[in-house]
């Protein structure tokens, strides 16, 4: 009779987790988003005792296509960071380890170059490469550079926690890559700015920052590029994403649907539709038409 009811509860964790019991009962997870079931409006741990987990889990995006998954996690008791990918093959999602954490790693919009602040890698046939530089115009020992995001067209936003704690950016023009300058205040304001995420098409940045109007600790936030190319003011996300505790490291999924961003020590994701109802918003406090 107990292993008849075991075999039902088996059964029925299977079923409300979208995950399935292969040999040795080992979980094999199945499904997109790595079987989770998307949230709506209002925000939730993401992929709970696999990727939140009580360690420290943090910096989650996907690949391009959506069919890797990859996160940086610090032991509890190691105290090491590890990049990790969950990669989906023959519709399961398997875990591996790509390497020691180097800043905070996000994949560049194709998905063929892994920065990792002043430091990137290059997908080849193999996996990733060795770590390389950037060059010397961010590799410098008197610049903290914890992300680099980049757009489709190359441009770079990056913080740098070493000069006040501001974000940057670098466009690349003509086939040159520009010198990283400071973003104007409607960027850089507050006690500190940080972990800057630019959309591929380069409409919207998100970051997070401490200001005094926020809701605690820090905040994320978003600017929309006006038309004459100049960044709107900064419009807080708000009680469904912001609370009294810190929130940081915004993301969009490629396809576009989902907000990811950290909370304490966990994932959080939220569905993304709400980003487009802030443009009447920041219509509105900018003047334009």
Same mark, same amino acid.
């Given at each position: 009779m107990k292993q008849k009811f075991s075999l039902i509860s088996l059964l029925f964790l299977s079923l409300i987790s979208n995950k399935s019991f292969g040999q040795n009962d %080992?979980? &094999? $997870? @199945?499904?997109?988003?790595?079987?989770?079931?998307p949230?709506?409006?209002?925000? @939730? &741990?993401?992929?709970?005792?696999?990727?939140?987990?009580?360690?420290?889990?943090?910096?989650?995006?996907? %690949?391009?296509?959506?069919?890797?998954?990859?996160?940086?996690?610090?032991?509890? /008791? +190691? =105290?090491?960071?590890?990049?990790?990918?969950? @990669?989906?093959?023959?519709?399961?999602?398997?875990?591996?380890? &790509?390497?020691?954490?180097?800043?905070?790693? !996000?994949?560049s919009p194709d998905g063929n170059t892994m920065h990792l602040g002043k430091h990137?890698?290059?997908?080849?046939? =193999?996996?990733? %490469?060795?770590v390389k530089s950037l060059g010397p115009m961010f590799d410098r020992e008197d610049w903290g550079i914890m992300r680099l995001s980049a757009s489709e067209n190359g441009t770079?936003?990056?913080?740098?926690?070493?000069?006040? *704690?501001?974000?940057? !950016?670098? +466009?690349?023009?003509?086939?040159?890559?520009?010198?990283?300058?400071?973003?104007?205040?409607? !960027?850089?304001?507050? @006690?500190?700015?940080?972990h800057p995420? $630019?959309?591929?098409? /380069?409409?919207?940045?998100?970051?997070?920052?401490e200001r005094k109007e926020g809701y605690g600790e820090s905040d994320l936030y978003i600017s929309f590029r006006q038309k004459d190319g100049t960044w709107g003011k900064a419009i807080n996300l708000g009680d469904k994403v912001n609370t009294e505790s810190g929130e940081a490291g915004g993301y969009i999924t490629p396809d576009g649907k989902y907000l990811f961003f950290n909370r304490h020590?966990?994932?959080?994701? $939220? *569905?993304?539709?709400?980003?487009? *109802?802030?443009?009447?918003?920041?219509? /509105?406090? %900018?003047?334009?038409?």
């Open positions: %080992s979980v &094999v $997870i @199945k499904g997109a988003y790595l079987g989770q079931q949230p709506g409006s209002n925000a @939730k &741990v993401f992929a709970p005792g696999i990727v939140s987990t009580e360690h420290r889990d943090f910096s989650g995006f996907f %690949s391009p296509d959506m069919q890797e998954f990859y996160f940086t996690r610090k032991d509890n /008791e +190691t =105290k090491e960071w590890t990049l990790i990918m969950y @990669k989906n093959e023959n519709n399961q999602w398997r875990e591996s380890t &790509v390497g020691p954490r180097i800043g905070r790693p !996000i994949l990137y890698m290059e997908r080849t046939e =193999k996996g990733w %490469s060795d770079y936003v990056l913080d740098d926690y070493k000069n006040g *704690d501001v974000i940057r !950016i670098s +466009t690349f023009e003509n086939g040159k890559r520009q010198p990283p300058q400071k973003m104007p205040p409607t !960027i850089n304001t507050g @006690k500190y700015s940080a995420f $630019i959309s591929p098409d /380069e409409t919207y940045l998100i970051w997070d920052a020590h966990d994932m959080y994701w $939220i *569905d993304a539709k709400f980003i487009e *109802d802030l443009r009447p918003k920041f219509d /509105e406090l %900018s003047g334009s038409k």
